[in-house]
Structure formats: structure tokens, C-alpha cells
Nanobody, 115 residues
Framework: QVQLVESGGGLVQPGGSLRLSCVAS????????MGWYRQAPGKQRELVAR???????NYADSVKGRFTISRDNAKNTVYLQMNSLKLEDTAVYYC?????????WGQGTQVTVSS
């Protein structure tokens, strides 16, 4: 059974930083892509960043240059470093992977950017 557990969300002022973590269960971690998504109130869930097993990454245009996704395969953990946070980054952030043809999601962690 695949389980994803996010942490690291919170309240931060505009311009601040947060680092999200997602710990995955199972031995699949090092050979699968991992993604961070977010969903703001009244909006659809959207891809924020993704990292592939070989380390290649891609980002939503709205976060390029501000967010960095990384992974530590020894710890089965994927990170999202978020800098220069903006009000519009406020959302629930979810970790996601696909394994065995199924999508797996974490429970989400709230990020609120407010002055």
C-alpha cells in the first residue's frame, strides 16, 4: 500500500519561505516520479512541480524561479522549497505519485500567505 504524508505547511507573510516535505511508504520511491500539486478555494487542483526518478524537474510558470523541488531517495522524501511567497500561493498542497497504474495522493498541507 502506498502512503504519502505531507508536512511543513503554515502561515507565512508575503516574501517569506516554507519548505514542504512528503514522506512516501514503500520501496517504489526511487524509481517513480513525484509531484506537488495545489488547490486554492474555488479553483481546480494544479500541478506545481514534478521531479522524475532521474532528477529532471518541471515547474508551473507561476512558480518558476521561486520554488524548488528535490528528492532524497534514501529518506523516501520529496521536498518543495518555496521562496518569495505570494498571496496567490495560498492553497492546500498535495503530494502525488503514480504507481502500478494508480494515482496516490497525500492528505494535503495548508499553506497560507497573508500579511
Amino acid at each position: 500500500q502506498v502512503q504519502l504524508v505531507e508536512s511543513g505547511g503554515g502561515l507565512v507573510q508575503p516574501g517569506g519561505s516554507l519548505r514542504l516535505s512528503c514522506v512516501a511508504s514503500g520501496s517504489f520511491f526511487s524509481i517513480t516520479a513525484m509531484g506537488w500539486y495545489r488547490q486554492a478555494p474555488g479553483k481546480q487542483r494544479e500541478l506545481v512541480a514534478r521531479i522524475f526518478s532521474g532528477g529532471d524537474t518541471n515547474y508551473a510558470d507561476s512558480v518558476k524561479g521561486r520554488f524548488t523541488i528535490s528528492r532524497d531517495n534514501a529518506k523516501n522524501t520529496v521536498y518543495l522549497q518555496m521562496n518569495s511567497l505570494k498571496l496567490e500561493d495560498t492553497a492546500v498542497y498535495y503530494c502525488k505519485t503514480n504507481w502500478g497504474g494508480r494515482n496516490y495522493w497525500g492528505q494535503g498541507t495548508q499553506v497560507t500567505v497573508s500579511s
